[in-house]
């Protein structure tokens, strides 16, 4: 992983011209222990928003390769397939990576997707993340905290250590959880999934029963299971969910509408009464980010 800073722009100010060069700096070296043939891949990075940590998201790769010239030199890699799925990630704190002068230290732990809540500061005014997590094999969800070694007895060696505190079936919603992501709806998050329907066979994106309660004297967000089917649309066949961006909140509105990217179409849902499609379009994504620039 990598911080790129853009170079300064070339020439006097009047005709400043911004180059495409770049520097970066290198945070963390992203390798597991594999053997030649099998190992993890970093595949996907999701940022905590106004906050200094990043889950990465790592997937089993499967290696091919040949030795070199003459068939008797090292094995090299010429290939690489990445399973869609991730099983693992690691939480990384950027600000540790910046100001080490090695690469940061990081543990892996099982998850298929991850989605960040607002960061908080403890009573002893420690920075600490919460995240929830949809667990490697897709039938329930996880909430856990991540806070720095640092600030444990004995803990010097900065790395970020996470601690799953509380756990949710999704059995009762009748899929496998894919893909996670927070809404936060004006102070009152709801838990977006994306996820396939083994009774249906489709995939579908799924507002989900189960909430998120805050403790208003700490800031702290526990996870509640709630029995029952959330509100859901039903995607196209192989149809995957790429990125979801909250859009700002309608005036007299009580939630707000959410923009999906998918690997087949960008759609704008309504999420007001029930889940549903206001407006469509077709579009292959060479990058699936959205941005938000407003509502009306």
């Not at 939480?91 to 940061?104: F, T």
Request: aromatic share 4%; proline share 6%; charged share 20%.
């Amino acid at each position: 992983a990598a911080d790129v800073k853009p170079s300064p722009p070339s020439g006097d100010a009047a005709g400043a011209v911004l180059t495409t060069s770049a520097t970066t700096d290198v945070l963390f070296e992203l390798t597991c222990a594999e053997n030649p043939a099998a190992g993890l891949v970093p595949g996907r990075v999701v940022r905590e928003d106004s906050g200094r940590r990043v889950a990465v998201l790592f997937a089993p790769g499967f290696f091919g390769g040949g030795r070199g010239a003459g068939g008797d030199g090292p094995e090299v890699r010429t290939r690489t397939d990445v399973r869609r799925d991730p099983v693992a990630y690691a939480i990384m704190d950027l600000d540790e990576g910046i100001n080490r002068h090695e690469s940061a230290p990081f543990k892996l732990h099982q998850g298929r997707d991850a989605a960040f809540l607002p960061p908080r500061l403890t009573d002893q005014g420690f920075y600490c993340s919460t995240l929830l997590v949809v667990d490697a094999d897709g039938m329930s969800l996880s909430a856990a905290t991540a806070i720095s070694s640092d600030v444990l007895p004995g803990g010097k060696d900065g790395r970020t250590v996470v601690e799953s505190v509380q756990r949710c079936c999704l059995e009762h919603e009748g899929i496998v959880g894919r893909r996670i992501f927070t809404l936060m709806n004006d102070g009152h998050p709801e838990i977006l999934l994306g996820g396939y329907s083994p009774t249906v066979e489709r995939p579908c994106l799924l507002l989900s029963k189960h909430r998120l309660e805050r403790d208003p004297s700490t800031n702290q967000f526990t996870l509640i299971e709630e029995a029952g089917l959330g509100h859901r649309v039903w995607l196209r066949p192989n149809e995957e969910v790429l990125n979801v961006q909250e859009l700002p909140l309608q005036a007299n509105a009580t939630r707000a509408n959410v923009a999906v990217a998918s690997s087949e179409r960008v759609m704008i849902l309504s999420a007001q009464d029930s889940l549903s499609i206001l407006s469509e379009i077709n579009v292959k994504l060479s990058c699936p980010s959205l941005s938000a620039l407003g509502s009306h």
